[in-house]
């Protein structure tokens, strides 16, 4: 780029391959920048460049900040802003000698006490700086620092925005399709919700949460939890409520407990993005105590985490609790295709259909249920498609490949087809013998001879030797 440039930041106008170009337009350049990373190598690797940036840097910093966040800037300046209080493994009972029993301590006290006291105290302090950040359009000189919060925040919420439009908007496309004002509501949600659970999730043990029924403080952070949410109109309660119910679900497709979502909804965002997209869930076991991880509904601290507080308006404002199924309504004006009918059996299923975009969203070991005969009483043939599930085989190659393969009563499905859960049900059934025996041979496994009652054989069940000397991945011969 700066071989194009001549060396003359400091004029009011630059040249450009004998253009004159005057100053800012390069500003309005350089602030389309869709990144920081982009601005930053932009101005690095050429003066002429940086001196332009330096004519107006909080501008152009603004305006790429926008360009990175969004409509919904204010509210992630204000959850890297937010003064949280420090958080304290197992404090919980830490001596509160010489604190202020109203919790009503000035932003300049709150500062000057010792940084290592106990939930009890951070609790009431909380609530006391919550005024010192408001969401506020005046976001001021963004840090290097904090430009770099702003990024990786937008880049897991930009993903979490696709999986939410892939689910909830337009199951055809793998990136987000809902409109800006769609998106703003999403990610001014997600951010609060984000700024919630760094707020209110402190790393405690359940020898610690034990001790806090009744306790005033447990009350306290219950009250502090309901107030922040207070601040907002009730259309955007909606939004966030309808994102949680999104985050829950998330959560719940790899927990066999629904008494552990709110547990673990309360590690934030982040967490439940990388444990969803790794399909590795023990990552919220990582960030929390295993045994907090298994109390459950029971635990007072961080049992229905966000939906009391939010009940708690509902009833105060004497709305009625909103339903599960018009959640959605709260942040989409619109779905695509909520009519699209099966390409086989023609069943109106819209959202619920089942294309190459949404493949990656089912559970391959679920698929064990669909093999035929007796197969998945069969160890030896189960514990193998198990394995190659969680190893080198996730739910969209497996179908994928199925299609490469398809049988003869199958020969009309095509790959860029969408189908009902039962009608792909019936396709990976159909195949999915099949495809394992291609999958075992590509791995060097040697063929036996063929079971004569194939994958109907009863003996595969109980007799370990015999499901091993015999291929039952197979149609019967005979009858059993």
Same mark, same amino acid.
């Given at each position: ?358 493949? #990656? ?7 064990? @249920?669909? =093999?035929?005969?007796? &197969?998945? !009483?069969?160890? $030896?043939? %189960? ?37 009902? #859960? ?7 059934? @159909?195949? =999915?013998?099949?495809? &394992?025996? !291609?999958?075992? $041979?590509? %791995? ?37």
């Amino acid at each position: 780029m700066s071989a194009f440039l001549a060396p003359v930041s400091a004029a009011p106008r630059m040249q450009i391959c004998g253009l004159i170009i005057p100053n800012y337009i390069m500003c309005t350049i350089l602030s389309a920048s869709p990144d920081f990373g982009t601005l930053n190598s932009a101005t690095g690797i050429c003066k002429a460049w940086h001196g332009v940036f330096e004519t107006h840097p909080k501008t152009i910093i603004l305006s790429v900040a926008r360009n990175v966040v969004g409509p919904a800037l204010k509210h992630a300046v204000r959850f890297i802003r937010y003064p949280y209080p420090e958080k304290n493994e197992n404090e919980w009972g830490a001596d509160e000698d010489g604190g202020d029993e109203d919790g009503e301590n000035s932003e300049d006290t709150v500062d000057s006490e010792n940084e290592d006291e106990g939930p009890k105290k951070q609790a009431k302090k909380s609530g006391a700086k919550s005024a010192a950040t408001p969401e506020s359009d005046d976001i001021g000189e963004l840090s290097s620092e904090e430009r770099g919060k702003l990024q990786n925040n937008a880049e897991i919420v930009h993903k979490l925005e696709s999986i939410f439009s892939l689910r909830h908007k337009d199951r055809t496309s793998t990136t987000s399709q809902l409109t800006v004002r769609e998106s703003h509501r999403f990610a001014r949600a997600m951010y609060r919700i984000m700024l919630y659970c760094e707020l209110f999730y402190l790393p405690i043990n359940l020898d610690d949460i034990d001790s806090m029924e009744d306790d005033p403080a447990l009350l306290k952070i219950w009250d502090q939890r309901h107030a922040l949410l207070s601040d907002f109109p009730m259309p955007e309660l909606l939004e966030m409520r309808a994102v949680v119910a999104f985050l829950h679900d998330l959560i719940g497709e790899g927990l066999d407990a629904d008494d552990y979502d709110h547990i673990c909804l309360a590690t934030g965002p982040a967490v439940i993005l990388k444990a969803y997209s790794s399909k590795r869930f023990e990552l919220f076991e990582d960030a929390v105590e295993t045994e907090v991880m298994t109390s459950g509904e029971d635990n007072p601290f961080f049992g229905e985490f966000l939906s009391r507080p939010l009940d708690r308006i509902w009833t105060e404002r004497g709305v009625a609790l909103p339903t599960s199924d018009g959640l959605d309504s709260a942040i989409l004006e619109g779905v695509r295709g909520k009519n699209d009918k099966c390409a086989q059996c023609g069943v109106v299923a819209g959202l619920g259909l089942w294309s190459e975009a949404n493949w #990656a969203n089912l559970i391959n070991v679920d698929f064990c @249920a669909l =093999l035929p005969g007796a &197969l998945n !009483e069969n160890d $030896v043939e %189960s514990d193998a498609l198990v394995e190659l599930f969680m190893s080198t085989c996730p739910a969209d190659v497996v179908i994928a490949e199925i299609y490469d393969m398809k049988t003869a009563p199958f020969a009309g499905w095509k790959r860029d087809q969408s189908l009902c #859960a039962a009608c792909l049900d019936k396709l990976i059934g @159909a195949h =999915l013998h099949l495809w &394992l025996y !291609e999958r075992k $041979v590509q %791995s060097g496994w040697t063929p036996t001879d063929n079971c004569w009652y194939g994958y109907n054989c009863r003996t595969q069940v109980h007799k370990r030797e015999h499901a091993k000397a015999r291929n039952h991945l197979c149609a019967p011969t005979r009858r059993p």
